[in-house]
C-alpha cells in the first residue's frame, strides 16, 4: 500500500524548519526516506524500523509513531542543499522492495 | 568504490521496438532492485533479484517486460513491443546482503519511445 505524504510542496528560506509527513491507513512495517535531486538518483538518508523510533544525523532527523502508521522527516535551520524530493518509503520487511510515496517536493532558497 | 551504474544514459525508440537496459551493481552486492520512475511520481517497484534468481518480479507490469541476472552480478531489463507509455527513467538500485536498509541507486536510464 502506497504511503501518503504531505505537504506536496514547500518552499523555505534558509535558516528556517520544515517537517515532511508520511502516513499510511495500515501499520507500517518500516519507514525508508530518500532524498532525490533534480535529475540525480535518490539517495538513503535513514530507515526506522520500531514504533516510538527516533533517529538523526546533523539536521535531518525523522521518527516513527507508536502505531507505525505515520512518519515525519524533521529538517532544521535548512540549507541550501537542502533542496530536492524527499520520498517515503515501505517495505515489509527491511530486505524487501520499498514502496515509495509520491513525494514532497522541498526548495530552499536564500 | 565505483556506484551502481546503469547503461544507457538516455535510450530513444519508437512504438513497437525492443530494448534492453543494463545495470551494473555494486560489486558483492547481491540483491537489486529495478524501479521506474515517471515525472513528478516516486519510483515504481518492478522487479527484485537475490542473487540470479526473481525473489518478486510482482510489480512487471505486463508479460512484454523481462529482467534477468544471470551470474548474479550485472542485470538486464528487455522490454518487448515498446509502448510510448512505457516511457519513464528506470532505476536500478543494489544493497549488500548483510544490510537490511540502504538501496544504493543508480543514475538511471531515461527511456523515450515515440
Known amino acids: 500500500q502506497q504511503p501518503v505524504q504531505s505537504p506536496q510542496a514547500v518552499i523555505l528560506r534558509e535558516g528556517e524548519d520544515a517537517v515532511i509527513n508520511c502516513s499510511s491507513s495500515?501499520?507500517?512495517?518500516?519507514v525508508h526516506w530518500y532524498r532525490q535531486k533534480h535529475g540525480e538518483a535518490p539517495v538513503f538518508l535513514m530507515i526506522?524500523?520500531?514504533?516510538?523510533e527516533q533517529k538523526g544525523h546533523d539536521k535531518i532527523s525523522a521518527s516513527f509513531n507508536e502505531k507505525k502508521q505515520q512518519s515525519s522527516l524533521y529538517l532544521t535551520a535548512s540549507q541550501l542543499s537542502y533542496s530536492g524530493t524527499y520520498f517515503c518509503g515501505t517495505s515489509k520487511t527491511s530486505y524487501d522492495k520499498v514502496i515509495f510515496g509520491p513525494g514532497t517536493s522541498l526548495s530552499v532558497i536564500p | 568504490g565505483a556506484g551502481v551504474s546503469q547503461t544507457p544514459s538516455n535510450k530513444v525508440t519508437e512504438k513497437g521496438k525492443y530494448v534492453e537496459l543494463r545495470c551494473d551493481p555494486i560489486s558483492g552486492h547481491t540483491a537489486l532492485y529495478w524501479y521506474r520512475q515517471s515525472l513528478g511520481q516516486g519510483p515504481e517497484f518492478l522487479i527484485y533479484?537475490?542473487?540470479?534468481?526473481?525473489?518478486?518480479d510482482s510489480g512487471l507490469p505486463n508479460d512484454r517486460f523481462f529482467a534477468v541476472r544471470p551470474e548474479g552480478s550485472v542485470s538486464t531489463l528487455k522490454i518487448q513491443r515498446t509502448e510510448r507509455g512505457d516511457s519513464a527513467v528506470y532505476l536500478c538500485a543494489s544493497r549488500a546482503r548483510d544490510r537490511g536498509d540502504e538501496q544504493f541507486f543508480g543514475p538511471g536510464t531515461r527511456l523515450t519511445v515515440l
Open positions: 526506522l524500523l520500531k514504533g516510538g
Open positions: 533479484f537475490q542473487g540470479t534468481g526473481a525473489a518478486d
Open positions: 495500515k501499520a507500517l512495517y518500516s
